[in-house]
């Protein structure tokens, strides 16, 4: 039999390849602390950029980096109402305008809820007679 079998080997276990001649990618380590006061580092790339903040292992809590990165504050923006976006497509005296007519026409009975038609086409039959 072969000196290196593979019985009694299992599926994802140990590999058997060897490290001899492999070169491990350049490492840096960057250090984190959150706001519950726990410290730890994680293991990066020297390539890779450094993000500001990284979530905590153990509490799950934003951690900011400890060597000085600060993330970017972002410009908010206001809230949009829905005034807002009328009035990025209307004037106010067109507003106004239009209100007046929609008030007249539910006045007369010509929009609006259908109870409210049938009252006023009562009225106006008891003032027709």
């Known amino acids: 039999m072969a000196e290196r079998t593979l019985r009694g080997a299992r599926l994802g276990g140990q590999s058997f390849e060897d490290e001899r001649g492999i070169e491990f990618a350049a490492r840096q380590q960057a250090g984190y602390r959150c706001v519950n006061g726990h ?23 934003e951690a900011l980096s400890t060597s000085g990165i600060r993330p970017e504050q972002k410009a908010e923006k206001p809230a949009r109402t829905h005034w807002d976006m009328l009035l ?4 106010e005296k067109e507003l106004e305008d239009i209100l007046k007519e929609r008030l007249e026409l539910l006045r ?20 027709k007679a």
């Open 39 to 61: 410290e730890f580092e994680v293991t990066m790339s020297v390539e890779a950029e450094i993000p500001a903040v990284w979530e905590c292992p153990r509490c799950g809590a």
């Open 88 to 91: 990025e497509r209307r004037s």
């Open 108 to 127: 007369e009975g010509e929009i609006g809820p259908a109870h409210l038609h049938r009252a006023n086409a009562k009225r106006r039959v008891k003032s």
